[in-house]
């Protein structure tokens, strides 16, 4: 993001400040000379003259007066837009260490689970074959409540690390954008999402395969229940922000819901109701064949302002993440296909899937 700071005219009261001597100094001789009027010899003709050029003093002094006043009010101005500036400066680099330090040690606990994990059903195998590592379907019957056990574990673990992660992300990632508009001058509540693919995206499967839910929500969006998070099933190519972010790095639009938007598709049930400007960014792993999790997505109703708000820094602070939560994903999959070779009938083909079966079952249950 760019900040541009303005100099602040901090000469403007030192220029006009001689004026101010001469302006009482001026009033304080008019008056004097006013009460000799007619005494002691001095011509009754000097009065007038003297009015009119106190008069002009006076005018130019009261101009003066005028845009030393102006001069504070500009400057108290360039102030707060510099204090603002600088404060949101440091805000965003507090946020890209905090996300950095947060990632990498989100990292190193998912590296570290399948250890152990990996070492309870490896012994449990051994056991069940008299030393030979066959696949994990041969566990005697007897073990098999111990497998389901350790995987259950490892499952709570990951589930446990992922979300503690995300949860954080997002309610850091929607305070600095919210903090972003405000030193922009604009007071809105901003909503963050994260819309994850049933399954990891690498173009091996047709796109009409793919389906796309909402995994998470800023908690002050969630506690207020008023936006679904996985009740609904969306597609790529009947929403213009997901299929626009399979060729762009980032999707950005501030009229949402205007009259005549035949180039906005959204399969969301009174959508423009929600919000009116959004910005959307992938989730992937830009490999040779790009990796892909899903999105990030960014939006406020503004029914206020009627400016365009959300812009290119929000989309910045937006890729900045989401290249973060990639790497978790990135890593989560890693392992995942580590653990396959294990064929584990309770564990699906990539945590996407996990996910999204974690999501079906919510909606079953309700």
Not at 250 to 279: A, C, L, P, W
Request: one cysteine or more; glycine letters at 4%.
């Amino acid at each position: 993001m760019e900040f541009v700071n303005k100099k602040v005219p901090s000469n403007y009261i030192e220029i006009f400040r001689p004026w101010l001597t001469p302006f009482f100094s001026a009033v304080g001789i008019f008056v004097s000379i006013l009460g000799l009027s007619g005494v002691y010899g001095v011509p009754n003709i000097v009065f007038p003259i003297l009015l009119f050029a106190f008069s002009i003093v006076i005018i130019s002094s009261l101009i003066t007066a005028f845009y030393i006043y102006k001069s504070k009010t500009e400057m108290q101005k360039y102030e707060k837009i510099i204090s603002d500036t600088s404060d949101i400066q440091n805000k965003t680099l507090q946020f890209n260490l905090f996300l950095n330090k947060k990632t990498n040690t989100t990292i190193c606990r998912i590296i570290n689970l399948p250890d152990t994990f990996a070492l309870n059903i490896k012994r449990l195998i051994e056991k069940s074959n008299n030393g030979s590592l066959l696949p994990v379907e041969t566990i005697q019957e007897e073990n098999r409540e111990d497998a389901i056990k350790y995987i259950n574990d490892f499952l709570m673990q990951l589930n446990s690390i992922y979300n503690e992660y995300i949860e954080q992300i997002i309610d850091e990632t929607k305070t600095i954008i919210q903090d972003l508009i405000k030193s922009n001058g604009y007071e809105l509540r901003v909503s963050i999402a994260l819309k994850l693919y049933n399954k990891t995206y690498e173009n091996k499967f047709h796109r009409d395969e793919i389906k796309i839910f909402t995994e998470h929500r800023d908690k002050e969006t969630t506690r207020e229940n008023k936006r679904e998070i996985g009740k609904l099933d969306f597609s790529i190519d009947h929403n213009t922000d997901f299929s626009s972010c399979l060729q762009m790095s980032r999707f950005i639009k501030n009229d949402v819901g205007e009259e005549n938007q035949g180039d906005y598709m959204n399969e969301s049930h009174d959508y423009d109701k929600k919000y009116n400007q959004t910005v959307t960014v992938p989730i992937y792993m830009d490999y040779s064949q790009k990796r892909r999790f899903g999105y990030l997505c960014c939006d406020i109703l503004d029914d206020r302002y009627n400016k365009k708000i959300l812009n290119s820094n929000t989309a910045d602070i937006l890729e900045i993440v989401s290249s973060n939560i990639a790497q978790i994903f990135d890593q989560i999959y890693g392992i995942w296909c580590s653990l396959s070779v294990l064929k584990l009938k309770q564990m699906n083909d990539d945590y996407n899937m996990a996910l999204y079966a974690k999501c079906l079952e919510g909606r079953e249950s309700k």
